[in-house]
């Protein structure tokens, strides 16, 4: 007789939520074996590449492609003319704005797309791509968003110029896009004339690149009998490419399918379309023959989208106590020569209305102006959901510099002004339910890890002693940050809403395919998606086969990016899966001959209630779903389930650093690094520490190297590796991680997004630290990055750099 396995051994067999399963993905990535875009490789297939402007802005007086085209073993080369007739010489952004695919009449960045070479090889593409002769006239440059604006400067935007109205309403200035205000401007500014104590701080996040290890590209594949496409591209939203690809092609999204393969890291680089995969598809349609597209390692740090750029400025209004009445905030927002930031299409500045924080501020006003320069257009958030990076920065940033203003620990003015839990669902000054939280005791833990007064101490002692070399700061951060985009009233693409979905079928052998509208890109999704299904469906996570990324599959969804696949589509698999437990549960009773109501559902079977040994499992359900359900009852097992989340989700941190600075030579260590994550409900405790490490180097990096310069003229100054920071794992800290649990109210299964909570949380956390440093000298502020010279800047300053 079979013995029925205990609870344990069932628990540990279905390896559901809570579980460190082990990363499905692992195997095949370490061993080589991962599939990306530039591994598939089809019958006839040539390769394209990109002739590119040198110039930041300049008219095109002639392009002559004779001599490329007279190249052997080219195939095509395309120009803005070409594609005229076809309308694809400008393309639809994701801002309302449109973007040259290849330059029509003139240049307006660096690198900027100008022609493109089709030709056998990528060998002979380059070659010929050499051979294109661009006539240039070279045109002033602008690179400073506030020079943008003034009365003379160049106008970059011919096509628009005289257009006093954009896709976000009134412009300004030619190369003005929009204002974007939020809150209650008068009540705030009251809130100012009345303040017992204001403060006031200019930042500037620099721009940066996401930079993942894998550039973009894809490889399009026009069937001319047929009339089907086929794309296999780098993409976070295949889906959204497979809409925008049947506006542009006017080709039905039934003969579009859409593939995204492995990928090596997205980081929000991957959610743009590029003029790259518009020249492929057009390319692969006029040939009849597949091509592939892919970037070179300068072309994605130069052209593809970027991250920040944003020049703000805080203000607080608070009382003596430190008690916050009122926050105002301006920011420039340096866009690039295009408008293609990726945020939902009502709000262009995405989340940053997060920016009250985890504060009871009363009185909140943002105005937000977004600007035209010479530079690479985009807008991405990297690692972080739709600018909330940007907005915690400036909020952990102004709290800071109050507290210095008024003498109060920065630890102290934190808990004087903390979201209460009884507060939550709390309604913020900016429009925002927060929907749960908890920050007291994650500060109180944070707190004691790193035993904060001893450090304090510590601190006190090295200041006064004037032989000390070392300058010790202690950084704090305690975010809010806003994931899981979102509920469809507020958020959507190009008009589609921001649902996800999920699709379930029991096989009769009581294994499943489950198949989602996100994508993952290193998160893990094959291996924590099963885990949900297996806990809220019986069916043990390593007999589950997950799909994403192939839109002739899939169910329709927006993507992953800001942090949505656990709040969105983690809520249609536990949906889903309640919706198979159910029919499940008839199937059961039927086989049992009692009523659905008698039977428990208890981890991998249905039992009679008080009667245990009566039981059904769910393979034998199973079973039965294919040759023996109730009267009336489809066959089959399988669901279905679309969702469009109540809520976002607020996940949450509190994050210390201390860190040791060199005065003499503006070295900088990280002596402790310790963050506290609470993301709700856990999936996989494994797989979120390795997202919390990865957006921790992220932010490390952030802060302490990353920057993409320009130079007056609009060159790019750290368009490859060796000159934009990489840190490898010589220069990464070592991460002290710790969590509490928080569920979201709204959410199935009460669990919130991670995995830019890390990014979020220790950049302002690595700036805190580093001003702490100096702050005894009367420093309130110091912009990033935090490089050695840099620092060594502002200790010369200070004149203690000997
Ligand atoms: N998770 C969990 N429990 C939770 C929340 C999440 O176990 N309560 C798990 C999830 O099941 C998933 C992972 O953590 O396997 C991340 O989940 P989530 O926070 O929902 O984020 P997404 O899956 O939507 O991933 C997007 C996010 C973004 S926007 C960036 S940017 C980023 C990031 O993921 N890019 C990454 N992490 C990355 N990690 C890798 N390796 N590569 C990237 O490109
Ligand atoms: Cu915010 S970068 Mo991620 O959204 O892909």
Request: with cysteine; aromatic share 8%.
């Amino acid at each position: 007789m079979e013995t029925i396995p205990t609870n344990e051994e069932r628990l540990a067999k279905l390896e559901g939520m809570g579980c460190s399963r082990k990363r499905y993905e692992d195997p095949r990535f370490i061993q080589g074996k991962g599939n990306y875009v530039d591994d598939v490789k089809m019958p006839g297939m040539l390769v394209g590449v990109m002739v590119r402007s040198p110039y930041a802005h300049a008219r095109i007086k002639s392009i002559d492609t004779s001599r490329a085209l007279a190249h052997p073993g080219v195939y095509a080369v395309l120009t803005a003319e070409d594609l005229k007739p076809l309308k694809l010489h400008w393309m639809p952004t994701l801002a309302g704005d449109v973007q040259a695919v290849l330059a029509d009449g003139k240049v307006s960045f660096q690198n900027q797309e100008v022609a493109f070479v089709v030709a056998e090889d990528r060998y002979i593409a380059a070659d010929a791509a050499e051979l294109v002769e661009v006539e240039y006239d070279e045109l002033p440059a602008v690179v400073d968003p506030m020079k943008a604006l003034f009365p003379d400067a160049p106008i970059i935007r011919e096509d628009i110029q005289d257009s006093k109205v954009g896709a976000h309403g009134v412009r300004t200035h030619p190369n003005h896009i929009f204002t974007w205000d939020i809150g209650d401007k008068d009540k705030t500014d009251r809130a100012f004339d009345n303040a017992e104590i204001t403060v006031k701080q200019d930042m500037i996040y620099q721009r940066v690149h996401p930079c993942p290890l894998e550039t973009c590209g894809c490889v399009a594949s026009y069937d001319k009998i047929r009339g089907d496409l086929t794309v296999y591209i780098t993409s976070q939203a295949p889906h959204v490419v497979r809409t925008v690809v049947g506006m542009l092609s006017s080709i039905p999204e039934s003969k579009i399918r859409i593939i995204s393969p492995d990928i090596g890291g997205g980081f929000g680089n991957k959610v743009g379309i590029y003029p790259g995969y518009v020249c492929a598809i057009v390319a692969s349609i006029v040939l009849g023959r597949p091509v592939k597209w892919i970037e070179s390692r300068t072309e994605n740090l130069t052209t593809t989208a970027f991250a920040r750029d944003y020049h703000m400025t805080g203000e607080l209004a608070a009382d003596k106590d430190g008690k916050i009445k009122a926050l105002r905030v301006h920011v420039t927002a340096d866009h690039g020569a295009f408008d293609a930031c990726a945020d939902p299409s009502k709000w262009p500045a995405g989340m940053f209305h997060v920016v009250t924080g985890s504060y009871d501020i009363p009185n909140a006003f943002v105005s937000v102006d977004g600007i035209y320069t010479n530079k690479c257009p985009g807008g991405v958030s990297y690692r972080c959901s739709f600018r909330v990076t940007e907005a915690v920065y400036l909020i952990e940033r102004m709290v800071d510099v109050l507290a210095q203003k008024l003498g109060i620990d920065k630890a102290e003015i934190r808990f004087r002004n903390f979201l209460r839990k009884d507060q939550f669902p709390y309604q913020s000054a900016l429009g925002l339910e927060f929907d749960s939280g908890d920050y007291e005791p994650a500060l109180r833990k944070g707190l004691a890890a790193i035993d904060y007064p001893a450090m304090r101490a510590e601190q006190a002692a090295m200041r006064a002693d004037p032989t000390s070399e070392t300058l010790m700061g202690i950084g704090i951060c305690t975010f809010t940050e806003i994931v899981g985009a979102g509920p469809s009233k507020s958020c959507d693409i190009l008009g589609i809403g921001m649902f996800d979905s999920c699709e379930i079928r029991v096989h009769p052998d009581g294994s499943a395919i489950a198949r989602m509208g996100t994508i993952s890109q290193g998160q893990g999704h094959q291996t924590t998606y099963a885990q949900i299904i297996a806990s809220e469906a019986g069916i043990p996570a390593s007999l589950i086969k997950v799909e994403e990324g192939d839109t002739s599959t899939a169910p329709y969804g927006l993507g992953t990016y800001g942090s949505r696949s656990t709040p969105v589509a983690g809520a249609a698999i536990a949906r889903a899966s309640h919706k198979i437990r159910e029919k499940a549960r008839k199937i059961a009773a039927h086989l049992l001959e009692v009523s659905p109501d008698d039977l428990e559902f208890d981890l991998d079977r249905f039992v009679v209630k008080g009667a245990p040994d009566q039981a059904k499992t769910m393979k034998e359900v199973a079973w039965a779903a294919y040759n023996n359900v109730p009267e009336g009852m489809e066959m089959g097992l399988e669901a279905v389930d679309y969702y469009d989340p109540p809520n976002f989700t607020y996940p949450f941190g509190a994050y210390l650093c201390v860190l040791d600075v060199n005065r003499f030579s503006g070295e900088t260590k990280v002596r402790r690094f310790y963050a506290l994550d609470d993301c709700g409900t856990r999936i996989n405790p494994m797989i979120i520490e390795g997202q919390i490490h990865g957006g921790l180097t992220e932010g490390f990096a952030v802060a302490m190297g990353q920057q993409l310069t320009y130079d007056e003229a609009g060159n790019v100054l750290g368009g490859t590796l060796m000159d934009y920071f990489l840190p490898t794992s010589m220069e990464t800290p070592h991460w002290e991680t710790d969590f509490t649990v928080t569920p979201s109210p709204h959410h199935p299964i009460g669990a919130k997004g991670v995995a830019e909570s890390p990014h979020v949380g220790s950049i302002p956390c690595f700036t805190a630290a580093m001003v702490d440093a100096f702050a005894h000298l009367g420093v309130t502020h110091m912009n990033m990055p935090h490089n050695s010279f840099r620092v060594w800047q502002q200790s010369h300053a200070l004149g203690i750099d000997q």
